[in-house]
Nanobody, 114 residues
């Protein structure tokens, strides 16, 4: 199965931006849908955004207009551009297939201060 490594998290002030990366251990061209997920302290993991192999995207309502998911099938990397961050976006962010079919990585911590 494909292994995924997330990176790019950090601490930012409200209103700031971050770009997350998800590097896959093998080519992701044949994976129909990739997704970004997040898990805030004390909450269940939730789906943030998805992207098909053809580039069609879908977003959770709470990130629409602020986040953008892209994928580079040649580089086997999925990105999440996050703008206008709020403290409610604080969470560990993960990538996986959608639905999740591979082991979860360690994720990348995103912390947004007010």
């Amino acid at each position: 199965q494909v292994q995924l490594v997330e990176s790019g998290g950090g601490l930012v002030q409200a209103g700031g931006s971050l770009r997350l990366s998800c590097a896959a251990s093998r080519n992701i061209f044949m994976i129909p849908v990739m997704g970004w997920y997040r898990q805030a302290p004390g909450k269940q993991r939730e789906l943030v955004a998805t992207i098909t192999s053809g580039g069609r995207t879908n977003y959770a309502d709470f990130v629409k207009g602020r986040f953008a998911i892209t994928r580079d099938n040649i580089e086997s990397t999925v990105y999440l551009q996050m703008n206008s961050l709020t403290p409610e976006d604080t969470a560990v962010y993960y990538c996986n297939t959608e639905p999740p079919r591979t082991d979860w990585g360690q994720g990348t911590q995103v912390s947004v201060s007010s």
